[in-house]
């Protein structure tokens, strides 16, 4: 997979691991905060996160390898743009933040359409992902991207066919919440196209 990058005028993003992430339960209530590196220390501690599918006019998903230097599955392919909104900021506000900051774009409609919840420890780095993840869909349609080389290795923009295909030839290629982001994203995109 690959893609066209245009890495300049890219937004410097803050310390990411230093930003608090909201602490939540079961039910996706509230309950506390902690910073980022210390939420995804093992064991983890349950928090809410996001993310985000973009398509376009032709129903084809924006795809990103994330950089190398991630601390949480580096390399891997994901949707489009990931996230944690900060305690109390709402979840599209945090979403279309990220989306500038990560991939230098502004998407239209960016819409809720499902949460679950995952647990995954990374074998390479040692660390865990425990998120209540809110899936959002959205449209980009034209317009050049200016990923930010600290978030993101390359994009793609890939059919949903090809890219299942891909995953099912490559699983481990993929990030461990990207298929069920997928197959939320999907079925709403369906319903509404």
Known sequence: MTGTLDTSETPQAPDREALLVELVDEQGRPAGSQSVAAAHTAPGRLHRAFSVLLFDDAGRVLMQQRAAVKTRFPLLWTN?????????????????????EELGVAAADLTEVGTFQYQASDPSTGRVEHEFDHVLIGRLDGGSLRPNPAEVEDIAWLPTGELRAGMTADPSGYTPWFAQVLDIAESAYRTTN
């Open 80 to 100: 489009t743009c990931c996230g944690h909104p900060a305690p109390g900021q709402a979840v599209a506000e945090a979403a279309a933040v990220r989306l500038r």
